[in-house]
């Protein structure tokens, strides 16, 4: 089983790829998270990493795709894996496609979780977190038992600049720019599923299993 899930900021595929990860258990492949682990690891490629990242530039599409590759080799892959959000052009699909197919691999299925984007700004757009123990709430659906006073430590609760409406209005038009030819891409391979990712998370996961589990 080896899949890539796909979506814009905010549609919760981070969340539905752990819970699918767990179900089936294979290992979700999250290029923030390898980023993270190369850079503390002190690799080659987390070396190189950390040099665009202390810049605050973007990490370039070799870099990120090595890590990938170095991920998807490794033996807890075998029986497959989940991949969050890569990848993201068509580019990097290509790739992507290439290093699986030296292996004699290639994917199984492409998912893509859609909601309305109106939904992805009151999601974003709601959430808070502590700015001192980093727990997270949502003004809506997760909110405080005290205003704006995180419950486990009472420290306040601040908005992240990215997720402010006009960044998230922003970070959604560029995800729509770069991701809809990629879309396209997998359909016409016949890879790509797409999932209605409104609702409860249990909701959704449920969804995301009967697909996964059909034929």
């Given at each position: 089983?080896?899949?890539?899930?796909?979506?814009?900021p905010g549609v919760g595929k981070g969340t539905q790829a752990e819970l699918a990860a767990l179900k089936f258990g294979v290992p979700k492949i999250s290029t923030g998270d390898l980023l993270r682990?190369?850079?503390v690891q002190g690799t080659s490629l987390g070396r190189e990493a950390k040099e665009y990242m202390d810049r605050g530039d973007l990490v370039p599409d070799q870099v990120v795709i090595g890590l990938v590759e170095e991920k998807v080799?490794?033996?807890e892959c075998t029986k497959g894996f989940i991949l969050d959000g890569f990848p993201r052009t068509v580019p990097q699909a290509d790739r992507?496609?290439?290093?699986?197919?030296?292996?004699g691999q290639s994917l199984d299925k492409?998912?893509?979780?859609l909601i309305p984007r109106e939904e992805v700004v009151q999601r974003l757009g709601g959430r808070r977190g502590c700015s001192r123990c980093s727990a997270v709430y949502h003004v809506e659906f997760v909110p405080p038992?005290?205003?704006?006073?995180?419950?486990?430590c009472g420290k306040e609760l601040v908005q992240?600049?990215?997720?402010?409406?006009?960044?998230?209005?922003?970070?959604?038009?560029?995800y729509e720019e770069q991701t809809a030819p990629l879309i396209e891409y997998y359909r016409?391979?016949?890879l790509l599923s797409e999932l209605n990712g409104s609702g409860p998370v249990d909701t959704v996961q449920k969804r995301l299993v009967a697909l996964l589990s059909g034929p």
């Amino acid at each position: 089983m080896r899949m890539v899930f796909l979506g814009a900021p905010g549609v919760g595929k981070g969340t539905q790829a752990e819970l699918a990860a767990l179900k089936f258990g294979v290992p979700k492949i999250s290029t923030g998270d390898l980023l993270r682990a190369a850079v503390v690891q002190g690799t080659s490629l987390g070396r190189e990493a950390k040099e665009y990242m202390d810049r605050g530039d973007l990490v370039p599409d070799q870099v990120v795709i090595g890590l990938v590759e170095e991920k998807v080799g490794a033996p807890e892959c075998t029986k497959g894996f989940i991949l969050d959000g890569f990848p993201r052009t068509v580019p990097q699909a290509d790739r992507l496609s290439e290093l699986l197919m030296a292996k004699g691999q290639s994917l199984d299925k492409v998912v893509c979780f859609l909601i309305p984007r109106e939904e992805v700004v009151q999601r974003l757009g709601g959430r808070r977190g502590c700015s001192r123990c980093s727990a997270v709430y949502h003004v809506e659906f997760v909110p405080p038992k005290n205003d704006g006073v995180c419950d486990e430590c009472g420290k306040e609760l601040v908005q992240r600049d990215d997720d402010r409406e006009e960044t998230v209005r922003s970070r959604l038009s560029v995800y729509e720019e770069q991701t809809a030819p990629l879309i396209e891409y997998y359909r016409e391979k016949n890879l790509l599923s797409e999932l209605n990712g409104s609702g409860p998370v249990d909701t959704v996961q449920k969804r995301l299993v009967a697909l996964l589990s059909g034929p």
